[in-house]
């Protein structure tokens, strides 16, 4: 038995890291084979800023550029290397998804054996962590690279603040702050940190209550407020991109009170989810009628929960700070402000889940204490708790192969999911399949009418068909709902310029221009659109405007060889 320690004190920790990163690397090993899906093409795919890899210009773009609706440099930064290095192959880019996610596993595993000296409960939390189903969205989907990076730095920021916790120094206290900036200029949702430190230092940095010291507390707040008023700005500056970019959803689409019980239902489905992961979908839509008994409920279980927590927080002060970790981690994505129309989302448990695991990994073994096989039936529980999840994890992340996959399951074992069925439709519209994209479109708007995407994609499937008159109405109606959408806006310009409407289709290829003013395509076309109106000095500003954007572009210039011919004329 000593030999035994020994070896452990020793060694443990090595084998327990090679150990997590087999069981992680095998669980996602397929994702090499998948390919691009939903909003990847915003990043990577139909991203013009990638295509050259690391430069100059693309560096100084990443810092500037808030598509989707986020601000997260470094993330873009990350995507631009991958880029770099692997082109357009997207086994490359799940790669480096998959490595930043066995790296996070190590740290969660090596920060939380440091704070508590507890190695079977350490690796039992970063075993959870690794393989859980409802983390497969984060690491199998490439847009989320944001999920896996941000928390490589928040894992980090966690490992100093444990050394500046045992040795408090200007040095750690500074790598505490640097970590914790690049993690949140991964992505913001670190602007919690402050708060989840606050919960370490009770339980199990034990900070709160040294032999001695007066006023503890307020020292400990008076150290985190660095890092709070960092949280706070990047938080401001996240709120307005959010705004700018339309993402944020005002409260007219839904009120404080819904979203109040939606985020009361999805801090207990989340909970349910992990206990039973069964029916997880990449979009959950948001329903404007919640049962009053599914609000109430959850809301009591939640009451039940703290109330538990706070009253044995002496005697298992874990339970305080797992809880306390799941609830303030959540807090920025539970949709009190909501961002996007989902009701919940698989990859906003990534890090908040690690608070129940924290809860179980210790609370199991005290609660089957009295057990006199817990020597060998706690091993046991736990290997086949983790076998299981594995295998679950591996067969949910086959539905992320592609588009078809994922959003043909999403329709599946959800109801009423506009979302999948309009993304299922570009998925095979992109296969070449107009007549199957028409179908999922229209049964799209058949659940939610005003899906501004979805009938701008049908118009775009008509013309196709070649009814043109039937897509320009879908057009419109499109603008009818949004008459700032830029696809829009282009695709009715398009059409009405093919049927010489000038007028309008110039009026409409400047109004799109507000949106994308660096698109050559909209400037070329508003140069023919000008130019059949006789207005050639502006058509050739047009033409001459889309070739300093694209200097390759070899129909702007024809067009402006063409231009340049008629007036001399």
């Not at 150990?19 to 013009?48: E, H, K, M, P």
């Not at 409960?121 to 896996?148: C, G, M, N, Q, T």
């Not at 944020?248 to 819904?258: C, N, W, Y």
């Amino acid at each position: 038995m000593i030999r035994e320690r020994a070896f452990l004190h020793r060694y443990g920790a090595t084998l327990a890291c090679l150990l997590l990163a087999v069981i992680t690397l095998i669980t996602f090993w397929n994702v090499q084979s998948f390919d691009f899906v939903f909003d990847d093409g915003l990043y990577i795919g139909n991203n013009r800023h990638l295509s050259n890899g690391l430069t100059t210009e693309s560096l100084r773009w990443a810092f500037k550029a808030t598509e989707g609706g986020n601000w997260h440099p470094l993330t873009w930064l990350s995507l631009l290397g991958d880029s770099s290095l692997y082109g357009s192959n997207a086994g490359g880019y799940h790669w480096t998804n998959l490595l930043f996610h066995i790296a996070n596993t190590l740290l969660l595993f090596l920060v939380l054996n440091r704070m508590t000296g507890a190695f079977y409960s350490s690796a039992f939390v970063a075993a959870l962590f690794a393989v859980h189903p409802l983390h497969v969205e984060s690491v199998a989907w490439i847009a989320e690279r944001k999920d896996v990076l941000s928390t490589f730095f928040w894992m980090l920021t966690l490992w100093f603040y444990s050394r500046y916790a045992e040795r408090p120094a200007a040095f750690e206290y500074c790598l505490v702050l640097c970590f914790f900036i690049l993690g949140l200029l991964s992505k913001p949702m670190l602007v919690t940190v402050p708060l989840q430190l606050l919960a370490l230092d009770y339980w199990p940095l034990q900070r709160f209550c040294p032999s001695g010291e007066k006023n503890r507390a307020a020292r400990l707040l008076l150290e985190k407020a660095p890092l709070l008023f960092i949280s706070i700005t990047i938080g401001l500056v996240t709120l307005y991109t959010q705004q700018t970019a339309g993402a944020l959803q005002p409260l007219t689409s839904a009120s404080l009170s819904l979203r109040t019980m939606n985020a009361l239902s999805a801090y207990v489905g989340y909970i349910k989810k992990m206990f039973w992961p069964q029916g997880l979908a990449v979009f959950y839509p948001y329903s404007a009628d919640l049962p009053m008994s599914q609000v109430f409920l959850s809301g009591l279980l939640l009451l039940i929960i703290s109330l538990f927590v706070i009253r044995n927080r002496k005697e298992h002060p874990y339970l305080a700070t797992g809880w306390a970790w799941y609830i303030v981690t959540l807090l920025p994505v539970i949709g009190i402000i909501q961002v996007g129309r989902q009701a919940m989302a698989d990859r906003y448990t990534y890090v908040p889940l690690i608070g129940l695991f924290i809860m179980l990994a210790w609370g199991i073994p005290e609660l089957l204490r009295p057990w006199r096989h817990k020597t060998t039936g706690i091993p046991a529980l736990a290997t086949a708790i983790i076998l299981v999840f594995a295998i679950a994890s591996r067969i949910q992340s086959q539905v992320w192969e592609n588009s078809i996959t994922l959003f043909t399951h999403a329709r599946n074992v959800t109801a009423g999911n506009y979302l999948a069925e309009g993304n299922l439709g570009v998925a095979l519209a992109a296969r070449r399949d107009n007549e199957g994209a028409i179908y999922h479109y229209r049964e799209a708007l058949r659940i939610k009418p005003d899906f501004v995407i979805a009938r701008t994609n049908l118009g775009a499937a008509l013309v196709k068909r070649g009814q043109s008159e039937e897509a320009i109405e879908h057009f419109r109606a499109a603008l009818a709902i949004n008459p700032h959408y830029g696809s829009a806006l282009r695709q009715l310009a398009d059409e009405l310029l093919k049927k010489d409407v000038l007028e309008e289709a110039a009026a409409l290829y400047q109004r799109a221009l507000l949106k994308d003013p660096d698109n050559p395509e909209l400037y070329n076309n508003l140069g023919i659109a000008s130019a059949r109106q006789g207005q050639l000095k502006l058509a050739e500003q047009y033409f001459q405007s889309a070739l300093r954007i694209n200097p390759s572009y070899a129909e702007a210039r024809k067009n402006l060889s063409l231009i340049r011919k008629k007036i001399k004329q």
